[in-house]
C-alpha cells in the first residue's frame, strides 16, 4: 500500500497565498519517513491533507490509487501537534479512547497511562499524558497509516524514547507506513529511513504569512 | 545581585481536593517539598518528567491554581511574602507566564492587539521589535490564531512575555514548534532578558538547549526537585550528575543513545514510601524504600538520593 499525494496545492482562502504548491508526497508501507521544515511551511496543513481532515484545492491524496474514504474508520490516522484541541473537552477519558474501540489494557500499560486517568476530563491531565492518550486511540484504530506531527515535544526524554520505541514496534509488527514531523533532527535521523526537507522540495513556496 | 534571590520558594506543596465517592473527598498531594531560588541575572531551567508538576508550579508562582488547590509553604518575591494580593497585583507587570498550551490565546482577538495587552499607550514599536526577532512577520498582528502555525502561535505567547517587560519571566515550555533557528532566537531572548538582570524560569523538555543557555538546572521527579546542579555539569556527560534520574535523562536523549529506563512515574495518588524513584532505579537498596532521601549538598550541588557521588 502506498500513501501519496499527488500534485496537491492547497490554500485556506480564495484570497491568500498558496501554503502548498505543486506537492508531491509518497510514502510505503511498512516506511517511516521524517518531514521537516521551518515553522510555517505548510508542515501540519499537509498533515491534515494526508489524513484527510482537509480536502486539497487541487490534486489529490491517494490511498492504494484510491482517494481517501469519506467513511468508517481512516486508515490514516493522525495524532495532533497539540493535544488538548483534539479531544473532547466535555468528555471523560475513557470515553475519548471508546471512540475507537475496545480499549486494550496491553497498550495503556505500554504506554504509561494510568487506569485512574481514564474517568479524568481532559483538563484535569498535563499536555504529555493527554498526548499518550491520543497516541493510544491512534493506535487502537488499526491505521494503515500514521501521521504524527510534533507529538513527542510535550513529552520528557524518557517518555518520547518510550512512545517512539513503542510507535515504531508497532509499525514493523503491523507493517505500518509512519510520518514523523518534527523540529527535532536527532529524533529524526534516529527513527526515519528517510527525510524530507518540505523547504527544499518546495522552495518555489510564495511564502504565507 | 546574589544576596536576595527573586524569587524563593521553599517546601512548597500542592494537593488537589477531589470528590472519591458521593460523601467522600480526598486531597491528592501533586507537588512535596519542593524548593527553589532563583536569582537576578540568571536562568533556571526547569527539566523533568511530563507529569511531574511543573506547570502547576508555573501556575502556583502566579498564583492562577483552580480554586480546589490547597498550596502550602513559602513563596517570597524579592523578599516579600507572595500573598494572593501581591500576586494578583505583580501578575503581568512584573510576573510574566509564558503559557504552555496555544488554547491560552483569545480565539476571538486579533494577535496584535492580544499581544499588546492592557499596557497605554500601546507597546507598538516594541511589539514589532520583538515579532522581527522571532521571525514573525508585521501581517501577523492582523491574524486570529486559529490561522497561525503551532509555532508561530508559540512564538506570539514567548513575546506577550517579553513585552510586559517583566523581572520574573516564568516561560513554561517555550520552543515546541518552533525550528532550532527560532528557538534558538526564543532562548537567545530570554538569555538577554537575564543579562538585564531579571530572572527567567524556564521549564522544558528542549533540555539540550536548556543546557546551553541556562545557567542552573532544577531536576524535578514526581513532584518534588531531585537534583539541582549547573548547567555546566550537564553540558559535559552524565558522569557529572548526581541523580540516577538526571542520568537516565541525558541518556534518553536521541543523540546520546535513545534509551529509555523502564517504568513510568509513580502515580501522585500512589507514591512509594521512600525514594520516588526507587522502583526505577538500578542502584536501589532497602534503605532507599523505607525512607525517603533528603535533599543534600554534593559537588556543588543538591541531589535527592543516598548513594549519589
Request: net charge neutral; charged share 25%; glycine share 8%.
Amino acid at each position: 500500500m502506498r500513501l501519496e499525494a499527488e500534485n496537491v496545492r492547497f490554500r485556506y482562502h480564495k484570497k491568500q497565498a498558496w501554503v502548498l504548491k505543486d506537492l508531491d508526497f509518497g510514502v510505503e508501507q511498512g516506511e517511516c519517513v521524517g518531514l521537516l521544515a521551518p515553522s510555517g511551511y505548510g508542515k501540519t496543513t499537509l498533515a491534515m491533507l494526508l489524513a484527510g481532515y482537509l480536502a486539497p484545492s487541487e490534486g489529490e491524496i491517494l490511498l492504494d490509487g484510491i482517494p481517501l474514504s469519506t467513511k468508517g474508520v481512516c486508515p490514516v490516522q493522525l495524532i495532533c501537534q497539540h493535544p488538548e484541541h483534539a479531544v473532547n473537552p466535555r468528555w471523560r477519558l475513557r470515553k475519548v479512547l471508546e471512540e475507537s474501540g475496545e480499549i486494550q489494557e496491553e497498550m495503556l500499560a505500554s504506554l504509561g497511562i494510568e487506569k485512574e486517568w481514564l474517568n479524568r476530563f481532559p483538563r484535569e491531565l498535563s499536555g504529555g499524558e493527554l498526548q499518550r492518550f491520543c497516541a493510544a486511540r491512534a493506535l487502537m484504530s488499526n491505521p494503515a497509516f500514521l501521521i504524527c506531527d510534533e507529538i513527542s515535544t510535550m513529552l520528557d526524554v524518557i517518555t518520547q524514547a518510550q512512545i517512539w520505541n513503542k510507535i515504531c514496534d508497532e509499525a514493523q509488527k503491523r507493517n505500518m507506513g509512519v510520518v514523523v514531523i518534527t523540529h527535532n533532527l536527532p529524533l529524526a535521523e534516529r527513527i526515519c529511513k528517510k527525510i524530507i526537507r518540505l523547504d527544499i522540495i518546495h522552495n518555489d513556496n510564495s511564502f504565507p504569512f | 545581585m546574589k544576596d536576595t534571590p527573586v524569587l524563593e520558594i521553599c517546601d512548597l506543596s500542592v494537593a488537589f481536593k477531589m470528590y472519591d465517592s458521593v460523601f467522600g473527598q480526598r486531597d491528592l498531594q501533586v507537588i512535596s517539598d519542593l524548593s527553589i531560588k532563583v536569582y537576578g541575572g540568571e536562568i533556571l531551567a526547569i527539566a523533568g518528567s511530563s507529569g511531574s508538576g511543573k506547570s502547576l508550579l508555573a501556575s502556583a508562582i502566579l498564583g492562577i491554581l483552580p480554586e480546589n488547590a490547597i498550596v502550602t509553604g513559602d513563596m517570597r518575591y524579592n523578599g516579600q511574602k507572595l500573598t494572593p494580593e501581591l500576586q494578583e497585583k505583580l501578575r503581568g507587570t512584573e510576573m510574566a507566564l509564558v503559557p504552555q498550551s496555544i488554547a491560552y490565546l483569545d480565539p476571538l482577538m486579533k494577535i496584535g492587539v492580544q499581544t499588546d495587552g492592557h499596557k497605554k499607550p500601546y507597546p507598538k514599536e516594541k511589539r514589532r521589535h520583538i515579532f522581527r526577532r522571532l521571525g514573525l512577520s508585521k501581517s501577523t498582528e492582523k491574524l486570529y490564531p486559529f490561522q497561525l502555525s503551532g509555532g508561530m502561535a508559540r512564538r506570539v505567547l514567548v513575546s506577550t512575555a517579553l513585552i510586559a517587560n517583566a523581572w520574573l519571566i516564568v516561560a513554561d515550555e517555550p520552543t515546541p514548534g518552533m525550528s532550532l533557528e527560532q528557538a534558538l532566537e526564543a532562548m537567545a531572548l530570554f538569555r538577554e532578558m537575564a543579562d538585564d538582570g531579571k530572572a527567567v524560569i524556564l521549564i522544558t523538555h528542549d533540555i539540550d538547549l536548556a543546557f546551553a543557555f541556562a545557567d542552573r538546572i532544577a531536576v524535578f521527579y514526581a513532584g518534588t526537585t531531585v537534583e539541582n546542579a549547573s548547567a555546566l555539569d550537564f553540558r559535559t556527560k552524565p558522569d557529572a550528575l548526581r541523580h540516577p534520574y538526571s542520568k537516565a535523562l541525558w541518556r534518553a536523549l536521541p543523540q546520546n543513545g535513545f534509551e529509555p529506563i523502564a517504568g513510568v512515574q509513580p502515580y501522585a495518588g500512589n507514591l512509594p514510601q521512600g525514594c520516588l524513584f526507587a522502583p526505577r532505579c538500578s542502584c536501589k537498596s532497602p534503605k532507599c524504600e523505607q525512607e525517603a532521601p533528603p535533599m543534600r549538598e554534593l559537588r556543588g550541588g543538591e541531589v535527592r538520593c543516598f548513594y549519589a557521588t
